[in-house]
T-cell receptor, first 113, second 113 residues
Framework: AQSVAQPEDQVNVAEGNPLTVKCTYS??????LFWYVQYPNRGLQFLLK????DNLVKGSYGFEAEFNKSQTSFHLKKPSALVSDSALYFC???????????WGAGTKLIIKP | SQTIHQWPATLVQPVGSPLSLECTVE??????LYWYRQAAGRGLQLLFY??????ISSEVPQNLSASRPQDRQFILSSKKLLLSDSGFYLC????????????FGPGTRLTVT
């Protein structure tokens, strides 16, 4: 069955340190993977996607994600965290059978000054 | 460029009252449209999706219904609200072909009292 998991409910990082938000997936075919960010009481904003090609994908606001096929992971990363990066982050994978997305439960990222 | 609008931004309604939330998309044609509900600031639940005018698919049987009277208009309705209908409602769109990322509106916070 297709699924996506975000194993960490919350991630705490000090400002200036690198951050990683984890995502693992399960699909039967080639994965189409996405990261979104949500600030309080706002809609989700698209950050980046992996369709094919380079395993390191660069996106908005200095974020990047690394696709690892053998570990079925698509972790979101940033070299130096900002307090303004504090938000809820969602990983998603496209369903094999159609255009819909399967969503992870979300990870709350807290960046402390 | 494309823009997605949702209104109202917030809504407080008594139990048993009707509901109508509206979503419109500008700058694109024949988009796929989605209604999601987000409870307690976390996971996304897909409620309805539409691939064209008058074509609505329901993911979860419940107290809500959706309609798509025009190509870029998507409406979420209820005849009688329940307390459990409270939540953050998000509309999203994606291109009909080629790309699978979804773009979200600002959301409507519904409180049923």
């Amino acid at each position: 069955a297709q699924s996506v998991a975000q194993p960490e409910d919350q991630v705490n990082v000090a400002e200036g340190n690198p951050l990683t938000v984890k995502c693992t997936y399960s699909v039967s075919g080639n994965p189409y993977l996405f990261w979104y960010v949500q600030y309080p009481n706002r809609g989700l904003q698209f950050l980046l996607k992996y369709i094919t090609g380079d395993n390191l994908v660069k996106g908005s606001y200095g974020f990047e994600a690394e696709f690892n096929k053998s570990q079925t992971s698509f972790h979101l990363k940033k070299p130096s965290a900002l307090v303004s990066d504090s938000a809820l982050y969602f990983c998603a994978v496209k369903r094999d059978s159609n255009y819909q997305l399967i969503w992870g439960a979300g990870t709350k990222l807290i960046i402390k000054p | 460029s494309q823009t997605i609008h949702q209104w109202p931004a917030t809504l407080v309604q008594p139990v048993g009252s009707p509901l109508s939330l509206e979503c419109t998309v500008e700058g694109t044609s024949n988009p796929n449209l989605y209604w999601y509900r987000q409870a307690a600031g976390r996971g996304l639940q897909l409620l309805f999706y539409s691939v064209g005018i008058g074509q609505i698919s329901s993911e979860v049987p419940q107290n809500l219904s959706a309609s798509r009277p025009q190509d870029r208009q998507f409406i979420l309705s209820s005849k009688k609200l329940l307390l459990s209908d409270s939540g953050f409602y998000l509309c999203a769109w994606s291109p009909a072909t080629g790309h699978y990322e979804q773009y979200f509106g600002p959301g409507t916070r519904l409180t049923v009292t």
